[in-house]
């Protein structure tokens, strides 16, 4: 069966390459007519625009805006030459379209095609399965993550380099594999990169290879990540601690689309999509010169901030569940739920580790846990937040009694924690000055932010710069 296409393009190149991208899987008409002429479109159908000879993302908006009146109940895909064009996420959701970034490559289309046309057709949308087994579109409720979500989807078909920022722990890692498993490279590698576990002296080694005898112990000739990558993609984590000469090098990747190997004369092609990710704000770094400013317009072609979860707690009991899932698939565990005290507390807890604490702390708490469901006790006493009972609550409810040493010891961990919060934030994450405030040594306020696992970057500033 065939699936209706109507391809709006005014230039013949594009029309063969949209025509190629629908195959024998749709049935494509083709017309040339400009877009202000487009005629109405009752039926359920995609269409795709090619919108590159507009001048700026207000008139790719109005024309998006028109078109979706003609056509209720099709869904859009238009061309743009540049990501610079792209109007709102708002408005695009409300024109039921999506943008197909350059470059524009026939099977990016199709697989762009493909999964709209399984959306439209109520195939439980896009289910991609991670590794772990993760549906993401049924893993979270909050709505800034769903629009993550869908700038992820709209970015994957295409060869766009993409910028992840967000906090230590919300799943840049996760969502950079998601990239590649959604991409037309999803079967050629995936290379992750953790660029601040790598000492400043071999940085550029471990990047781009080097040549026998380009330094001590070279003994031999060899492939750096980019050259394994070679087709695939390669995601470098914490781009911003990466050196001078590394930020040179992979400028010149990204603009050449070609480098060379530490102690080589000769340029050696590569082909390879970029996904970088910083949890600290790359506009700060340049600022203090610590990035160049070339690397992060060229690295920023497609941001996607990713946020903390304390800013989408209606999600962390989903992630809870999915957690307990994994760990009885792999423990063999009849652990199924986690109980209502025990869930308010995961609900009310800050997480400064975010996605990776709770996932540590479930899993923690499913290796002591005795019962079919994860109970208050199983979590850490610092998750325990004491709470006057309600008039309507029964004081003789199981779930609400601890004995006093225990409600003790939650109280005081709840204290420290609230309070170092609190301090921590008042001071921007300054060290020194939070243990001045509070009376303390600095060696004294590590230890206890270790203790609560609080992270200093956590309460820095971000600045609000938006280049």
Same mark, same amino acid.
């Given at each position: 069966?065939?699936?209706?296409l109507?391809?709006?393009?005014a230039?013949r ?6 025509l190629a991208?629908?195959?024998d899987?749709?049935?494509?008409t083709?017309?040339?007519?400009p877009p ?5 479109h009752?039926g359920?159908e995609i ?15 109005e024309?998006?805006e028109?078109f979706?009146g003609r056509a209720?109940a099709?869904r859009?895909?238009f ?5 610079a ?9 409300q024109?039921?379209?999506?943008p ?6 026939a099977?990016?289309?199709h697989l762009a095609l ?5 959306e439209?057709n109520?195939a439980?949308g896009?289910r991609?399965q991670?590794?772990? /087994?993760?549906d993401?579109?049924?893993?979270t409720?909050s709505?800034?993550m769903?629009?993550v %979500? ?8 295409t060869r766009?380099?993409v910028l992840l920022t ?7 890692? %996760? ?5 590649h498993? *959604?991409?037309? +490279?999803?079967?050629?590698q995936f290379?992750s ?5 790598l000492?400043e002296s071999?940085i550029?080694?471990?990047?781009f /290879?080097?040549e026998? /005898?380009?330094f ?7 492939? $750096?990540k980019f050259? *394994?990558?070679d087709?695939g ?10 050196t001078?000469s590394?930020?040179i090098?992979l ?6 689309k070609?480098f ?5 004369e000769?340029?050696?092609?590569c082909?390879?999509r970029?996904i970088?990710?910083t949890?600290?704000d790359?506009a700060?770094l340049?600022?203090q $010169?610590k990035f160049?400013w070339?690397l992060?317009?060229r690295?920023n ?5 990713v946020p ?6 209606e999600?962390?009991?989903?992630l809870a569940e999915?957690?307990i899932a994994?760990?009885r698939?792999d423990?063999g565990r009849n652990i199924?739920s986690?109980?209502? +005290?025990?869930a308010?507390?995961?609900?009310? %807890?800050?997480?400064?580790g975010?996605?990776?604490?709770l ?7 499913c ?5 079919d469901?994860?109970?208050a ?7 325990l937040?004491?709470r ?6 029964s ?5 609400t009694?601890m004995? *006093?040493h225990?409600?003790?010891a939650?109280?005081i961990?709840?204290f420290e ?14 060290i020194?000055?939070s243990?001045d405030?509070? $009376?303390i040594?600095t060696?004294?306020l590590?230890?206890l932010?270790t203790?609560h696992r609080l ?7 971000r600045s609000?710069?938006?280049?």
């Amino acid at each position: 069966m065939t699936h209706p296409l109507t391809i709006y393009s005014a230039h013949r190149d594009m029309r063969e390459i949209l025509l190629a991208a629908a195959g024998d899987e749709f049935a494509a008409t083709v017309k040339t007519m400009p877009p202000e002429s487009l005629p109405d479109h009752p039926g359920q159908e995609i269409i795709v625009m090619d919108l590159r000879d507009l001048a700026d993302a207000e008139a790719v908006q109005e024309t998006l805006e028109r078109f979706s009146g003609r056509a209720p109940a099709c869904r859009i895909l238009f061309l743009i030459k540049d990501p610079a064009m792209l109007p709102e996420t708002g408005a695009l959701r409300q024109c039921h379209a999506e943008p197909l970034l350059p470059p524009h490559e026939a099977r990016a289309v199709h697989l762009a095609l493909s999964r709209v046309w399984l959306e439209m057709n109520g195939a439980a949308g896009l289910r991609c399965q991670t590794p772990q /087994g993760m549906d993401f579109t049924s893993m979270t409720s909050s709505q800034t993550m769903r629009d993550v %979500y869908r700038k992820v989807q709209m970015v994957a078909p295409t060869r766009t380099t993409v910028l992840l920022t967000g906090e230590t722990g919300t799943g840049k890692s %996760y969502l950079a594999k998601l990239i590649h498993q *959604l991409s037309s +490279r999803c079967n050629r590698q995936f290379i992750s990169v953790h660029c601040g576990a790598l000492p400043e002296s071999l940085i550029e080694s471990e990047l781009f /290879g080097h040549e026998k /005898g380009a330094f001590t112990g070279a003994a031999r000739t060899r492939k $750096g990540k980019f050259e *394994l990558a070679d087709g695939g993609t390669i995601f470098l984590d914490e781009i911003g601690t990466i050196t001078p000469s590394a930020q040179i090098k992979l400028l010149h990747i990204l603009q050449e689309k070609a480098f060379e190997r530490v102690g080589g004369e000769k340029l050696i092609p590569c082909d390879v999509r970029i996904i970088a990710a910083t949890n600290e704000d790359p506009a700060v770094l340049c600022e203090q $010169g610590k990035f160049r400013w070339d690397l992060f317009y060229r690295l920023n072609v497609f941001p996607i901030e990713v946020p903390p979860l304390r800013r989408r707690v209606e999600d962390i009991l989903p992630l809870a569940e999915q957690f307990i899932a994994n760990f009885r698939r792999d423990a063999g565990r009849n652990i199924t739920s986690v109980a209502p +005290r025990a869930a308010r507390a995961l609900q009310e %807890y800050s997480w400064p580790g975010n996605v990776r604490e709770l996932e540590n702390i479930v899993e923690r708490a499913c290796i002591l846990e005795e019962t079919d469901q994860i109970q208050a006790e199983s979590l850490p006493l610092e998750l325990l937040t004491l709470r006057p009972e309600t008039q309507t609550d029964s004081p003789t409810r199981s779930d609400t009694l601890m004995p *006093l040493h225990a409600a003790r010891a939650a109280a005081i961990e709840e204290f420290e924690r609230r309070y170092l919060w609190a301090l921590l934030q008042s001071c921007n994450g300054s060290i020194k000055k939070s243990a001045d405030t509070a $009376g303390i040594t600095t060696r004294q306020l590590h230890k206890l932010m270790t203790r609560h696992r609080l992270d200093k970057k956590s309460f820095r500033p971000r600045s609000k710069r938006n280049p």
